[in-house]
């Protein structure tokens, strides 16, 4: 059977001081692969999906994250280190017997692409492509 690509976006906003305090609308988009289910037409349900993206996002949003998150107390906070922060989120909660895989996330700040993550089958982060 044919693997289909979808994708879901959610949103939020943040500060963090990396050189000086910032604050940013960020978009996270995930996508997410697999077969067509005969049944439902579905690849998977939004309302499956969103919770988990919810879940992930709301550790972030409207948070200082140098103080608020122990994760960027150890890493330094910014689009890289946040897209990082949210594969571990999803992926450490994904079904791992799942038909559908999470197979990229994509971080925008604005209209403004900052930083894509590509995930391998065994959901270990591949690589990490930063273009600013």
């Known amino acids: 059977m044919d693997e289909l690509i979808l994708s879901r976006k959610v949103y939020f906003c943040c500060a963090y001081e990396a050189e000086h305090l910032e604050g940013h609308n960020f978009t996270l988009e995930a996508f997410f692969s697999g077969p067509m289910d005969p049944v439902t037409g579905l690849v998977i349900n939004f309302s499956d999906l969103d919770p988990l993206l919810k879940k992930c996002v709301d550790q972030l949003d409207h ?62 982060l591949m690589r990490n492509l930063f273009a600013l």
Do not use: M
Request: proline share 6%; with cysteine.
């Open 63 to 124: 948070r200082h994250l140098n103080r608020d998150l122990a994760y960027f107390q150890e890493q330094t906070p910014g689009p890289k280190s946040i897209l990082h922060f949210c594969a571990k989120q999803i992926l450490s909660q994904w079904p791992k017997d799942s038909l559908v895989q999470p197979i990229k996330l994509k971080l925008t700040q604005g209209e403004e692409s900052l930083t894509d993550l590509i995930l391998t089958k065994d959901k270990t």
